[in-house]
């Protein structure tokens, strides 16, 4: 059984900077994949960043030039630096984790507060 945990969230004002991290503890062999994804008031889950094993990242274009996910594999950890952050960033980001097509995890979330 795997389980991540992120952490990082908190209340930033406009043009600030918040960094998220999700450790993935259990037995993992080797991962496909690792993102976020966040789901503001009234609104889908959708995808923020991913990166898969072979350091390829995907952005949602809300997100690009202010955002950047990185990971540290001996860590089992992803990263996700927030930079400039906006009011329509407020929501709760969640670490995801796939292992291959049927193997995927979810982390309980943290909150994300931007003021304006």
């Known amino acids: 059984q795997v389980q991540l945990v992120e952490s990082g969230g908190g209340l930033v004002q406009a043009g600030g900077s918040l960094r998220l991290s999700c450790a993935a503890t259990g037995s993992i062999f080797s991962i496909g994949a690792m993102g976020w994804h966040r789901q503001a008031p009234g609104k889908e889950r959708a995808l923020v960043a991913g990166?898969?094993?072979?350091?390829?990242?995907n952005y949602a274009d809300s997100v690009k030039g202010r955002f950047a996910i990185s990971g540290d594999h001996a860590k089992n950890t992803v990263y996700l630096e927030m930079n400039n952050l906006k009011p329509e960033d407020t929501a709760i980001y969640y670490c995801?984790?796939?292992?291959?097509?049927?193997?995927?995890?979810w982390g309980q979330g943290t909150q994300v507060t931007v003021s304006s």
């Open positions: 995801y984790m796939r292992l291959d097509a049927v193997r995927r995890y």
């Open positions: 990166i898969n094993s072979a350091g390829a990242t």
